[in-house]
């Protein structure tokens, strides 16, 4: 009765897959993620200072979204490459730091930061391995 091609299926795969990479390239060589991701760390600092579960340190985190900041501009001065590599390395060091913290809190703002630093770190990565 139906009759279905595989042939037009996988080319819609291939046509999904492509769409993906150039979605990811479009948000690596944007600095809005890399922003998003330091202005939410930076608007954690009042909460660190209580000492809450889940929260990252006051330290680590006016560090690393000060440097993610800058990586931002630097990709948004056109050094895509250099920018990426800064934002992969330091959401690296804050899922490092405080990854498991931040998932295993079970409140939804560490939870958050854990997600866009992985975020971060996949696109931007990906685009630094040349991946892209």
Known sequence: MYSTNIFTSNQNIKMDYQALRKLQRQ???SP???WTFSGALLATLPKTRQHLHGYPGPISTAFIGGVTAL???FTMTGE????AGVTTAWSMGYLLINGRKGLFSFRPW?????????GNMAAYG???AGFH
């Open 126 to 128: 990906s685009y630094y």
């Open 27 to 29: 948000w690596a060589t």
């Open 32 to 34: 809005i993620p890399a």
């Open 71 to 73: 990586s931002g501009y």
């Open 80 to 83: 895509h490459h250099n920018g």
């Open 110 to 118: 560490p939870f958050g930061l854990t997600m866009l630093a992985l």
